[in-house]
């Protein structure tokens, strides 16, 4: 199998959930393609292969030149007749090209924003988040399978290619995450063991995360809470996030839009309180969980209202008993049946 997966737009440790440890060309044949071992994408992958699925790695060096667009998809057209499928971990002109050269049945994972759109500061949808979901509804009608993040992002697709669409989110490693002592966790991150936290991920600022509202937020709670610190995480090492979750008080989620949020679920492993916007599947995620709030609208009042009654309460939340369902081998079964299911 030939996993060929862009997700993402500038390779660089700083995009939320994304962790550049090392790459290396496959093959002379491949120059196009250069291997990345990204957490999010490669942790999903690897948990197949206790499945039988043997992965094969790809990655697009630049996807706004139209010559290596092309050399891309000779390459894919030339190694698809070695394997049973090819997915694709994005849309827009990687899912595209994937669709149009592959010898093999295609699956496209939608992530989010491929799909839904690139927004600015305000929350509106740009010129080439406009054309980039056209790309991607394109990329879909030809697609044998599709997996997205959400119910909501599944609702998004044209109508023809919802029937083939599969609501799938990104498993969690239930090992890596895991609640820990908060003064431990906090030590290990030389943090104050008397400082009120609030978590924020701001995916390397891009406008999507909505940073502005969790700033209106902390500014809103500051006088009553002296001590209390709004962390902006981004490049952290994956394998260090179990001492921000564990460290901090609340995370906060104020996406214009989302697939469904690695970080919220990672939050939920480690039992970390949650107030988040109705955003990707957030609502499904935190409804039932104690000491999490979901806001129905973008109001930073009412989310300092929701942020407040937990720091006052100073409890943990329970998130980790509704984790289940998004361990890796759970959600790795979920893919490998929309796989046999493609390529029959």
């Keep these: 199998m030939v996993h060929v997966g862009d997700v993402i737009e500038n390779p660089k440790p700083s995009r939320e959930g994304v962790y550049l440890q090392r790459k290396e060309l496959i093959s002379d044949e491949l120059r196009t393609f250069e291997k990345y071992h990204i957490i999010n994408a490669d942790s999903q992958m690897e948990s197949l292969v206790q499945f039988g699925v043997d992965v094969h790695y790809g990655h ?14 000779l390459a894919i057209r030339k190694r698809s007749k070695e394997v049973d499928l090819v997915h694709v971990l ?5 899912a595209l090209v994937t669709v149009l050269f592959s010898r093999k049945p295609v699956v ?3 992530c989010g924003s491929d799909l839904l759109g690139q927004v600015d500061e305000h929350g509106r ?32 697709l044209w109508g023809l290619s919802k029937g083939k669409a599969t609501a ?18 906090r030590a290990k991150l030389n943090w104050p063991k008397d400082e009120q936290t609030l978590l924020f991920f701001s995916g390397g600022g891009s406008p999507v995360k909505n940073q502005t ?16 610190n709004l962390r902006i995480v981004h490049g952290v090492p994956h394998s260090e996030l179990i001492n921000y979750y564990n460290a901090g008080d609340v995370l906060l989620l104020t996406s214009f839009h989302e697939g469904s949020n690695n970080s919220l679920k990672e939050a939920m492993a480690c039992n970390l309180p ?14 039932d969980i104690d000491n999490c709030s979901l806001i129905p609208n973008y109001s ?5 209202l929701a942020v407040s009654a937990i720091l006052k309460d100073r409890k943990r939340s329970n998130g980790r008993e509704f984790i289940d369902l998004f361990s890796m081998d759970y959600i790795a079964r979920k893919v490998v049946d929309v796989y046999k299911g493609a390529i029959k």
């Design 90 to 94: 994005w849309g827009t002109t990687t």
């Design 60 to 73: 697009f060096s630049d996807r706004k030149s139209i010559k290596d667009l092309w050399k891309a998809g």
């Design 108 to 110: 496209i994972s939608f």
């Design 125 to 156: 949808i740009s010129l080439s988040g406009k054309i980039s979901r056209f790309l991607s509804q394109i990329s879909a009608l030809m697609a044998s399978s599709i997996i997205t993040k959400s119910e909501h992002m599944k609702r998004s």
């Design 300 to 304: 930073a009042k009412e989310m300092a």
């Design 168 to 185: 799938i989110p990104n498993g969690v490693n239930l090992d890596s995450f895991r609640e820990l002592d908060q003064a431990e966790a």
């Design 274 to 287: 949650i107030v988040s916007v109705d955003v990707g599947d957030s609502k499904e995620r935190i409804t």
């Design 213 to 228: 509202l969790a700033q209106e937020v902390f500014e809103k709670l500051s006088s009553d809470f002296p001590k209390l």
